[in-house]
């Protein structure tokens, strides 16, 4: 299947700075990338979908303008977290896609663990 | 709206031995059903899929699922676990047309022992 990584693999920061995590597929190009949150022992909760060239389309609840997503081309999407405090502190998964189907396969990322204190 | 369930949360089996998890789907019509594997430090990858046609599905690790509507489950089964196969896996569900996003399960955590 296709690569995607995902930079850094863990961050820790202080509370009320921000944090910007990149996602990268590396062999295919990504018409569509998806951001996940995960908490311990939960499931995988969609935040935010994003298309190339367009803006994301967030989930319920989800605050854009505390999680920033910007998807400039085909390989890279990146996940901003501003003024991040300590409940932002979980696991962060992307997964990239060469459609807006789930007949397209996801291929993901293996995670992004923040911490902040 | 779609949904998921997975309700053993841990598995413990024997090396060797046969495994079956479960997975019950919410949805309106027939979905797209999967089931995908997370390993520490790995991204999760995607055991197997169904889409449409025969309803017993094989993917990759020796592992199958059978689709069955009357009781909208894909179970995942394996005839003979591996010590490797200890991770998390995870059910998901997709809508069958348009724009879709994936609703994924809770997670069951395959433990296997010696």
């Known amino acids: 299947g296709a690569v995607v990584s995902q930079h850094p693999s863990w961050v820790i920061c202080k509370s009320g700075t921000s944090v910007k995590i990149e996602c990268r597929s590396l062999?295919?190009?990504?018409?569509?990338m998806f951001w996940y949150r995960q908490f311990p022992k939960q499931s995988l909760m969609l935040m935010a979908t994003?298309?190339?060239?367009?803006?994301?389309?967030?989930e319920q609840g989800v605050e854009k303008d505390k999680f920033l997503i910007n998807h400039a081309s085909l390989t890279l999407s990146t996940l901003t977290v501003t003024s991040a405090h300590p409940e932002d502190s979980s696991f962060y998964i992307c997964?990239?896609?060469?459609?807006?189907?789930?007949?397209?396969?996801?291929?993901f990322g293996p995670g992004t663990r923040l911490t902040v204190l | 709206a779609q949904s998921v369930t997975q309700p053993d949360i841990h598995i413990t089996v024997s090396e060797g031995a046969s495994l079956e998890l479960r997975c019950n789907y919410s949805?309106?019509?027939?979905?797209?059903l999967f089931w995908y594997v997370q390993s520490p430090g790995q991204g999760l990858q995607l055991l197997l899929k169904?889409?449409?046609?025969?309803?017993l599905v094989q993917g990759i690790k020796g592992f199958e699922a059978e689709f069955k509507r009357s009781q909208s489950s894909f179970n995942l089964r394996k005839p003979s676990v591996h010590w490797s196969d200890a991770a998390e896996y995870f059910c998901?569900?997709?809508?069958?047309?348009?724009?879709?996003?994936?609703?994924f399960g809770k997670g069951t955590m395959l433990l296997v022992s010696p």
């Open positions: 997964s990239a896609s060469s459609g807006t189907s789930s007949y397209n396969e996801q291929f």
């Open positions: 062999d295919f190009q990504a018409t569509t």
């Open positions: 994003s298309n190339e060239g367009s803006k994301a389309t967030y």
């Open positions: 949805y309106g019509a027939t979905p797209y």
């Open positions: 169904y889409f449409s046609g025969d309803t």
């Open positions: 998901a569900v997709g809508a069958s047309s348009g724009y879709s996003t994936l609703t």
